[in-house]
């Protein structure tokens, strides 16, 4: 089935940068799925979502919904597309009644049209007991339930999540991503924004990783994690990391992540024989994993583990 989103070749240089924000972004992103964004500070989520809401204009590239140009699909319907961004976008001073009848006129509806979608995207959000609360005196996990409600009240067919659970508590996230999976579920495409490793796991489909405005990986998930399931990482007591890495090296390639051993183990290599080397080197495993690679992990190796402001 085609992709209902299609990015193709998209760069972007802020005026003054020197060096573009994104550098030739391609992914897609299909109804009825997840889409799992992830890439650290300064890695183009921002600006790729900017180019999705129409605040940025496409210096470079092409972005497509089901083959038309996303200019025109915002000409024509803008409301195929919804965001809920990261920053609370309701106003204050308003109930949350009030806020989703405010956003319901701005998505063009009205009548009973609009009464209808409003008390839907109560009951989706489960804020129908506070109605009649304004949105200052919300908690996080309402304000986070009551922006999601407004992105969906003229049923767009493409939803980006940016960052939905910052700040909120465990039961709200649970919630959400619950709720995510639902819409998808419902034919929905979905992309999702999170530093939160687990989310993604727990509810991505597909998962592109971006850094320095370019896509590093994009592949189903469970590809992704199947990256490492020839690799063993050790971390033992009583060598130094490289007297420990010269022990494994006979076993496959080695390489260094903070203080832990590596190895891609090479195709007959027994994991246990492996152990086996480095206790015989004098080495006390501390801990070992075998297998599929966490997403966290793959981040990590793909981003080099370094900070970003």
Known sequence: MPSMLEVCDLAYRYPGASAPALAGVSLAAG?????????????????????????????????????????????????RIAVAPQEYAFFPALTVAENLACFAGAARLSGARARERVAACL????????????GARLSGGLKRRLNLAIA??????????????????????????DAVRRLADGGAAIIYTSHYMDEIEAIADRVAILDHGQVLR?????????????????EAAGLTTPTLAAALAPFGTVREEGGRVI????????????LAAVAAAGGEVRQAR??????????LTLTQRTLRD
């Open 123 to 134: 009951a989706f959000a489960q804020l129908e007991r506070f109605a009649g609360q304004r």
């Open 290 to 299: 075998y297998g599929e690679c966490s997403l966290e992990q793959l981040f």
């Open 31 to 79: 109804r009825g799925a997840v889409l799992g964004l992830l890439g650290p500070n300064g890695a183009g989520k921002t600006t790729l979502i900017s180019h999705l809401s129409g605040q940025l204009p496409i210096q470079q590239g092409a972005i497509a919904i089901d083959g038309v140009p996303l200019t025109e699909v915002r000409r024509q319907a803008p409301t």
């Open 152 to 177: 969906l009240l003229p049923e767009p067919e493409l939803i980006v999540l940016d960052e939905p659970t910052v700040g909120v508590d465990p039961q709200s996230r649970a919630f959400l991503l």
């Open 263 to 274: 190895v891609d183990l090479v195709a007959g290599a027994d994991p246990g024989l492996a």
């Open 218 to 234: 994009d592949a189903p998930l469970a590809d992704l994690r199947a990256e490492g399931a020839r690799q063993l990482r050790v």
